[in-house]
């Protein structure tokens, strides 16, 4: 068996979990990465992902098996046996509309469409051959953009066991 450690995935309206895990996997700027008992202190810039968490504790939802959430950004902190998942927003996969992310994901393709991928923060213009902006930067320096908002439905539906 793993060892456990604590773990947080916390908005600024609420704490969405705190409890004992033995697992957290995410995308990070530097990439996929899961996070195990005694890691090395780490803090990234979260990609739009999904973040599963291999939950222990009895009595808490979801307590054996692993529970996702869709993050939307935002950065996670790792030191003293403990992950914290700072975003601006996130749901847990229960709580995610399938009907409304499937909605949201076609508006946005539509609208990349038009708009095209971002290679600038919102609000300023793209630098000559600039590449689009991707990953953990797309969350941070184009929330607004089409390419974000797809993403960010695309994960909704991923984290709720959705087909993309």
Not at 43 to 53: K, R
Request: glycine letters at 10%; a negative charge; proline letters at 6%.
């Amino acid at each position: 068996m793993a060892t456990p450690f604590t773990a947080e995935v916390v908005t600024p309206e609420r704490v969405l979990f705190s409890g004992e895990v033995d697992e957290v996997s995410l995308r990070t700027d530097v990439g996929e990465i899961a996070f195990l008992a005694h890691h090395t202190e780490f803090v990234g810039a979260l990609d739009i992902t999904v973040a599963t968490l291999n939950v222990l504790e009895e009595g808490t939802e979801g307590a054996g098996s692993p529970t996702r959430f869709a993050v939307h950004g935002g950065f996670v902190h790792v030191a003293a046996n403990h992950v914290r998942v700072l975003a601006g927003v996130a749901e847990r996969a229960a709580e995610i509309d399938v009907a409304r992310a499937r909605a949201a994901a076609e508006a946005a393709r539509e609208r990349l469409q038009r708009e095209g991928e971002p290679s600038a923060p919102d609000g300023a213009p793209p630098a000559p051959g600039a590449v689009p902006l991707t990953g953990a930067r797309l969350a941070l320096l184009a929330p607004g953009s089409a390419a974000a908002a797809l993403r960010r439905a695309e994960v909704r539906l991923s984290a709720a066991g959705e087909s993309v």
